[in-house]
């Protein structure tokens, strides 16, 4: 680990989005400028991460922790921190905003504020997955979802000012339990060691103890549940994803989502050990509520980013059983399904918005014909819904093989019940591709198949989701010492299911 790295890298890579915020709005009318400023600021994060991960492939623990004073009155500091866990994620968000802007080049109203706010959303995302003080994490969770409401409530379709305050509320609800659960750990700690610090070295140091740390664990968890989110905690993403412009559900579903099981993994579940033991066999019911529910809702859906969205909740429920389980096997693979669902769902969510706006409706009873229409955006649409299925060789079914093997060990009959669920899976989004690539056509109006900007966007995610099917331990070593770090910390469950 490199304590005292000699060039802020982290702290660069987390604030550069910021930077190109001011060129945007200066450059306001200019809108290809601008758009050329944005882009450019997010290729620039994306190869700053990449590198990053390329330096560090083969290094362990912490790679980098850059620590600053910041407002040392309140034991507050600028801690940003790089493992294995962080890495992925971070790469993945600068991907999927290089992506979210190339999709965003069909925006014609108000573009420089539009950018600008992808562009702060990004900071948020990086922030989250890199902040290691409370308070910094806190902010940046917040820095989300300001831009996020305007996104959805301005630039979205037909209910969207509904959708953004749906959302808007509901996430607001849980970073207030959040926020009342660091205030509390921070004077509960501050009581009990004489140290009063938002620092999660420090914290993880001396966990709470006493009953009182069940209290701020749930608030932690109800947080964090909210925006992963688990049935009935979800019903803001489905209209939030339906109202979203493109690049807003492309956000949505890759990273706004993940930042709740970061959230568990990071924060929720090691700082509060004895808490967790007793909470975690309980998430089971959720879990497999979730699993089950959404993929009913799902293929009942006509509306083809609503069917989406539920699919994403259905899979969000499986990475929700295998933290609940808490093994290796099936944390490896609850954190892997994670990561590729963020990879798979939003190139699902992008493929759609194409399909949309070329066929100007998301029923499924009026569109058809893509494969004939346009057969390379059929091909890899096709290709996105079988990853989601979970087709052997693709991304999705390592993560979901994996799950399914550490529940096994556990609680065979559970994992049973669980695998049921790929069966349904695999018949609603079957019923998806049959009605999209090869039902009859609403009209007979010609198609433009791929553009090269388009391309940019599905085809890397496209080589990316078959790596993860075919070779997947590149991205399960940077995990492993994650994994044993939460299982050390927390230990093993000794109640089981309930």
């Known amino acids: 680990m490199n304590a005292l790295p000699t060039f802020p890298w982290l702290t660069l890579i987390t604030l550069l989005p910021l930077a190109g915020v001011l060129p945007c709005l200066l450059l306001r009318k200019a809108a290809r400028d601008c758009r050329g400023v944005a882009l450019a600021t997010s290729v620039a994060v994306l190869g700053l991460t990449l590198w990053l991960g390329w330096e560090h492939c083969s290094s362990s623990g912490w790679y ?3 620590d600053a004073a910041w407002i040392e009155h309140f034991g507050i500091r600028w ?19 290089c992506g979210a802007h190339l999709l965003a080049w069909r925006i014609s109203e108000r573009v420089p504020f539009f950018l600008a706010l992808l562009l702060i959303m990004e900071s948020g995302f990086l922030g989250v997955f890199l902040a290691l003080d409370l308070v910094l994490f806190y902010i940046c969770w917040e820095v989300m979802l300001v831009p996020l409401f305007f996104l959805v409530g301005i630039w979205g379709r037909e209910g969207r000012v509904r959708a953004a305050l749906k959302a808007f509320l509901f996430t607001l609800c849980g970073s207030l339990l959040m926020l ?8 509960l700690h501050g009581e009990q060691t004489g140290t009063y610090t938002f620092a999660l070295r420090e914290l993880l140091q001396h966990p709470l103890t ?9 608030a932690f968890l109800a947080a964090f549940l909210i925006k992963a989110p688990i049935v009935p905690l979800h019903s803001w993403l489905i209209d939030a994803h339906t109202a979203a412009p493109v690049c807003g559900a492309v956000d949505l579903a890759g990273l706004l989502l993940k930042t709740g099981i970061y959230g568990l993994l990071r924060f929720g579940f090691p700082l509060f050990p004895d808490a967790t033991r007793l ?4 998430l089971i019911i959720p879990a497999l509520f979730g ?3 959404a993929a009913w809702v799902a293929y ?4 083809l ?3 989406a969205a539920y699919s994403s909740v259905s899979h969000l429920g499986l990475v929700v059983l295998g933290l609940a389980v808490w093994n290796t096997t099936a944390l490896e693979g609850a954190i892997l399904l994670m990561l590729i669902h963020g990879v798979s769902a939003a190139a699902l969510f992008a493929a759609s918005g194409m399909i949309a706006a070329r066929a100007g409706t998301t029923q499924l009873n009026e569109l058809g014909g893509v494969w004939g229409r346009a057969p390379f955006l059929g091909g890899l649409f096709l290709l996105f819904g079988m990853a989601s299925a979970g087709v052997p060789g693709l991304g999705n079914f390592v993560g979901e093989i994996l799950i399914l093997f550490g529940t096994f060990s556990a609680h065979p009959l559970l994992a049973a019940v669980a695998a049921t669920t790929m069966v349904t899976t695999a018949v609603y989004m079957t019923g998806l591709l049959k009605a999209v690539l090869w039902g009859s056509p609403a009209d007979d109006a010609v198609w433009a198949d791929l553009t090269w900007r388009e391309g940019w966007v599905l085809v890397p995610l496209a080589l990316l989701i078959v790596w993860v099917g075919v070779y997947p331990e590149p991205f399960l070593a940077p995990l492993r010492e994650p994994v044993q770090f939460l299982l050390t910390t927390v230990g093993t469950l000794s109640g089981g299911a309930p």
Do not use: M, N
């Not at 009942?300 to 509306?303: F, G």
């Open 64 to 66: 980098v922790i850059e």
């Open 180 to 187: 009342v659960g660091i205030i509390a750990l921070y004077l």
């Open 210 to 218: 006493g009953p009182a740390q069940y209290w701020v664990c749930g």
């Open 279 to 282: 909470w975690l066999p309980w």
């Open 291 to 293: 699993l089950f529910h």
């Open 79 to 97: 801690t940003l921190g790089l493992d294995g866990l962080a890495l992925t994620l971070i790469v993945l968000t600068a991907g999927l905003s």
């Open 300 to 303: 009942r859906q006509t509306d």
């Open 305 to 307: 980013k609503r069917l």
